[in-house]
């Protein structure tokens, strides 16, 4: 991940790049409540600071309540979003996944309770760890892969696992695993003879017509696929989300549209699909359920470098919402449960919004440093060829900080402003969506600490 005078050149990058918008609405609720004005007047400040771009699509009772889009598909060739412009969709292909194995074990091909040894002798405890555990994150296996090791030309998933404790014993503890994903993917090929990609189309994306939908080994293979984007400099106030490792297939692949999203949406919540949900009220696939405004709602949401998904159902209210978005900041955090809020006409109060991004001056870098961040450890804020940075040094993660007025940065993926207080204390305030603001302290941290 990468991350004078304020006016002229801010009104002027602005004017220059201005957040394209368009909108399709068929339909709006009865009475004073218009969606499509009520999201446009909490989004639009936040795409006008190019920190949301992207495509929001809203349905109710099966009918489209409106179709928003903000910013561009191609942010160097100002290309707009259209009605079928796809977006990663990370982690929502695990529902694909999950529906995939449990399709297979009506063929027969697939049992549940097959332990992996079953379908993979040759990871060395596969014989601890049955499917259904892989399948709701209780095997105890690995969050994810280090990027060094994906880097490798010859990896080998199961040669580096069988080198890996287990992180709990099977079945004991809830232990979210991306990798656990791919080797249902991995499974699901062994017994069909089919690569991933030609599975899902056959059982899932065929079937329901999904035809602004595919699994990738990269998000911009796709037809129409907008391209990735991250907070960068001016004149453009961003850039290339640049990742050139492939996405793995199962836990990550779907590239998709809004559109498709609902549609995928509408087929796991009527069980249409596979059923994703058990009978004790649990879920595989990554469904999340909750409460929200006195409702059952369910989500699913995802994110890969450069993109991010997410699709709201609320059945009470026959409501779907849906996003996919070509620049991962911190809009996308809990935007779908913000949107459902706008739906039901609940009031959210607006986005804070970041100041426009400026040039940079020795007032900003005089912010540079290493600091103790509450949550993610010694970090370290250092100039590089195009500008400030923020280094977590505990993952090598890497954001680029926009400079705003007054000698202020803002780590633009949390909405984080970074600045000195009239004691000279360097200070943080995090802004993200539907949450009250939270100010701490970036204490400094000297040499000797190291």
Known sequence: MAHSSVGVLAVFTLLLFPSACSTVSTMQS?????PTSAIEAYLRPVADVNDFSGVVRVEKGGKLVT?????????????PHNADTRFGAGSITKSMTASLVLLL????????NDRLSVFLPMYTQ???ITVAQVLEHTAGLPRDLPPSAREMPDFDLLSWLNEQPLQSQPGEEYSYSNIGYDILAMICEAVSGKSYAKLVDEYLLDPLDLRASSIETHVENAPNAAKGYQPGPLPLDVQSADFPLAMTQGSEGLVASPADLITWARAVLSK???HLFEADGSFIGSVRVNEQAGRTVYRLQGTTPGYGSAVLMGPSDDLYIAFGSNLETYSLLGLERVLFEIAISNDTGGARVRKPTTVLEDTHRDLVGTYQHPRFGPVDIEERLNGLYLLVRSTGWKFYLSPTADGELVFRF??????????GTVKAEQSLLGAEPETFDLAPLGDSAW
């Open 414 to 423: 949390f909405n984080t402003r970074i600045f000195r207080d009239e004691n």
């Open 105 to 112: 074990e009506e063929d027969g091909l697939i049992a549940r």
């Open 272 to 274: 249409q699909s596979a």
């Open 67 to 79: 179709e928003l889009r903000f910013g561009y598909a191609d942010w160097e060739n100002q290309t």
């Open 30 to 34: 009865t009475g004073s409540h218009q």
């Open 126 to 128: 596969a014989n601890e």
